[in-house]
């Protein structure tokens, strides 16, 4: 089992920063990769940012690009989102999200919530305009 949880989130004014932070805990030794993913209301989740473990592979959805840095500690067992320019369509519940390699993940399944094993509960983050 692993446990993911998130903080740093918060309101803020359109153009402004925020920094989001995921502590795992638990079976993490197995990590396969890691994502952000984020939730308005009305919609559907939708991926934002991943990155593997071992720190080579990072991708990021176009809306985000640009604008979002996902990155990791592994001695800390962190994940970061800083996230810059923010725009109010940014405003959604951010989750993080873990895939275990011996859940049978492929590399190309970080775009999808099936794609993971395990979800945090959630930050909202709101952006004024």
């Known amino acids: 089992q692993v446990q993911l949880v998130e903080s740093g989130g918060g309101l803020v004014q359109a153009g402004g920063s925020l920094r989001l932070s995921c502590a795992a805990s638990?079976?993490?030794?197995?990590?396969?990769?890691m994502g952000w993913f984020r939730q308005a209301p009305g919609k559907e989740r939708e991926f934002v940012a991943a990155?593997?473990?071992?720190?080579?592979?990072?991708y990021y959805a176009d809306s985000v690009k640009g604008r979002f840095t996902i990155s990791r500690d592994n001695a800390k067992n962190t994940v970061y989102l800083q996230m810059n320019s923010l725009k109010p369509e940014d405003t959604a519940v951010y989750y993080c999200?873990?895939?275990?390699?011996?859940?049978?993940?492929?590399?190309?399944?970080?775009?999808?919530?099936?794609?993971?094993?395990?979800w945090g509960q959630g930050t909202q983050v709101t952006v004024s305009s």
């Open positions: 999200a873990l895939a275990d390699r011996f859940s049978g993940k492929t590399s190309s399944s970080y775009y999808y919530t099936s794609g993971y094993d395990y």
């Open positions: 638990g079976r993490t030794f197995s990590t396969y990769y």
């Open positions: 990155i593997t473990w071992s720190g080579l592979s990072i």
